[in-house]
């Protein structure tokens, strides 16, 4: 089985805070995905990256920045929290030449204060 | 960018009803999946679609893809309790390699 795992379930940060959310996957998957959710809005494309090194900006990337330094870990970085900030972030990994069928990660509920 | 519009918002039902969603978009869309997330979990992919007018089984789940490429509806026979939680569709672009389009979400709850 796919198994996507998210550093944290549950985090609390300070506005200003430098925030770092990791995500492994252990499938040897090329294409990992940042999201985050919020009610309503459905999930929200933050970034991607198709190889290490790599990384393609989302639809809101503002505010963000990710590190793919090694293949397995993709890392999202929250420069200077702020409290619109607060949601939920999803890492997602997909098979080689597809983004369809998407693998998530239980996700981490990031409370900004 | 580009949106899905997936209704209804919410749903709530009786344990051993049937229930249908869909999802539609302004633009074609070469792939349709639909995902369930379970709450505190990450979404889990139910149904994969590929080719327009598609219609794929998965147990009690049956999803259509529209003839227009437009649209996709997703149906549950019966459904029990296990089968609250949100259901999200999402679409592959035709002039994307890498992205999907998620549509809003759909909550089950079930009536108590």
């Known amino acids: 089985d796919v198994k996507v795992t998210q550093s944290s379930r549950y985090l609390v940060k300070r506005t200003g805070e430098k925030v770092f959310l990791e995500c492994v996957q252990d499938?040897?998957?090329?294409?990992m995905f940042w999201y985050r959710q919020d009610p309503g809005l459905g999930l929200r494309l933050i970034y991607f990256s198709y190889d290490v090194k790599m990384k393609e900006k989302g639809d809101i990337p503002e505010g963000y920045s990710v590190s793919r330094e090694k293949k397995e870990r993709f890392s999202l970085i929250l420069e200077s929290a702020s409290t619109n900030q607060t949601s939920m972030y999803l890492c997602?990994?997909?098979?080689?030449?597809?983004?369809?069928?998407?693998?998530f990660g239980p996700g981490t509920r990031l409370t900004v204060l | 960018g580009q949106q899905l519009n997936q209704s209804p918002q919410s749903m709530f039902i009786q344990e051993g009803e049937d229930v249908s969603m869909n999802c539609t978009s302004s633009?074609?869309?070469?792939?349709w999946l639909w995902y369930k997330q379970d709450p505190g979990e990450g979404p889990v992919l139910l149904i994969a679609l590929y080719k327009a007018g598609e219609l794929t089984s998965n147990g009690r789940l049956t999803a259509q893809f529209g003839i227009t490429r437009k649209d996709s509806f997703l149906n549950i026979s019966a459904s029990i309790p296990s089968d609250v939680g949100i259901y999200f569709c999402?679409?592959?672009?035709?002039?994307?390699?890498?992205?999907?389009?998620w549509g809003a979400g759909t909550k089950l709850i079930i009536k108590p």
């Open positions: 999402a679409g592959q672009p035709y002039d994307s390699n890498y992205q999907l389009i």
């Open positions: 997602a990994s997909s098979y080689p030449g597809t983004v369809n069928e998407q693998f």
């Open positions: 633009s074609i869309f070469n792939t």
């Open positions: 499938m040897d998957h090329e294409n």
